[in-house]
């Protein structure tokens, strides 16, 4: 069956880094686009970053921009988030999403 399952996620400082994955098993990875949703505690999930199926083309969040990066590895079905210079408003859980399906979540908190 279709499994996505996030990891990484843990507590930060500000300004520190935190790299999130997404272990794919159960549908042909490289020929879906995915992506990474977060959904703080309150408000409504909101998508984050987006990336085709090769890789080539990207999507961003204005407030992540610039500080987040989106990317994958085919060979070993797995998605990744970079995520530098993290703010307090970062803080929220973090879930990948691929052909309609939705991980778990991985916790994120930035705090000092």
């Known amino acids: 069956q279709v499994q996505l399952v996030e990891s990484g996620g843990g507590l930060v400082q500000p300004g520190g880094s935190l790299r999130l994955s997404c272990a794919v098993s159960?549908?042909?990875?490289?020929?879906?686009?995915m992506s990474w949703y977060r959904q703080a505690p309150g408000k409504e999930r909101e998508l984050v970053a987006g990336?085709?199926?090769?890789?080539?083309?990207?999507n961003y969040a204005d407030s992540v921009k610039g500080r987040f990066t989106i990317s994958r590895d085919n060979a070993k079905n797995t998605l990744y988030l970079q995520m530098n210079s993290l703010k307090p408003e970062d803080t929220a859980m973090y879930y990948c999403?691929?052909?309609?399906?939705w991980g778990q979540g991985t916790q994120v908190t930035v705090s000092s």
């Open positions: 990336i085709s199926s090769a890789g080539g083309n990207t």
């Open positions: 159960g549908f042909a990875f490289s020929r879906f686009g």
């Open positions: 999403r691929g052909i309609g399906t």
